[in-house]
T-cell receptor
């Protein structure tokens, strides 16, 4: 079983839709949860960062962590064609390695 | 401020040849990381430099891979001899501090071994 599972997609939605991207994980030691956005031919760019459980909002983006279910989500409201990219979840533990464990990434396509 | 740069952007070599990838971190970033993404798989950690010292090289797959960071500035990753399974995208990232600091990624070098 992989430590972090993420559906690669692609996920295709119309402009303006609410997008839900998700990851599950198996390592209960993970405490820091990150979402990266990667455009084609570019490197991953940190989008949001959450510690432990709860929600965090930044503009149209909301990150949600449910540690009891080992499940994290990224919601994008009013999606735009410019949001089309690959979204990768990543996580690290608090006491162990600070090196992130990545999911495979979900390819998102927002069509006009 | 310039971001992390990597050279070349794409390299195609034959099995058995040698390839050297270069990474220039953001100026002033002491921490430099190498990652690799094999097609269809996750991004995997290779190693971490703090200045010119290797802090963690637990992700290096075997002794065909050699990373250096002379003078604590740019870093090189040499693969010698290259094998087919080495194909993938090699990312470099840098951060100012270590644990917990945001890592800024370069665009990657796409390596194809034929």
């Amino acid at each position: 079983q992989k430590e972090v599972e993420q559906d690669p997609g692609p996920l295709s939605v119309p402009e303006g839709a609410i997008v839900s991207l998700n990851c599950t994980y198996s390592n209960s030691a993970f405490q820091y949860f990150m979402w990266y956005r990667q455009y084609s031919r570019k490197g991953p760019e940190l989008l949001m960062y959450t510690y432990s459980s709860g929600n965090k909002e930044d503009g149209r983006f909301t990150a949600q962590v449910d540690k009891s279910s080992k499940y994290i989500s990224l919601f994008i409201r009013d999606s735009q064609p410019s949001d089309s990219a690959t979204y990768l979840c990543a996580m690290t533990s608090s006491g162990g390695s600070y090196i992130p464990t990545f999911g495979r990434g979900t390819s998102l396509i927002v069509h006009p | 401020e310039a971001g992390v740069t990597q050279f070349p952007s794409h390299s195609v070599i034959e099995k058995g040849q040698t390839v050297t990838l270069r990474c220039d971190p953001i100026s002033g970033h002491d921490n430099l990381y190498w990652y690799r993404r094999v097609m269809g798989k996750e991004i995997k950690f290779l190693l971490h430099f703090v200045k010119e010292s290797k802090q963690d090289e637990s992700g290096m797959p075997n002794n065909r891979f050699l990373a250096e960071r002379t003078g604590g500035t740019y870093s090189t990753l040499k693969v010698q001899p290259a094998e087919l399974e080495d194909s993938g995208v090699y990312f470099c990232a840098s951060s100012q501090g270590g644990r917990g600091d945001t890592q800024y990624f370069g665009p990657g070098t796409r390596l194809t071994v034929l």
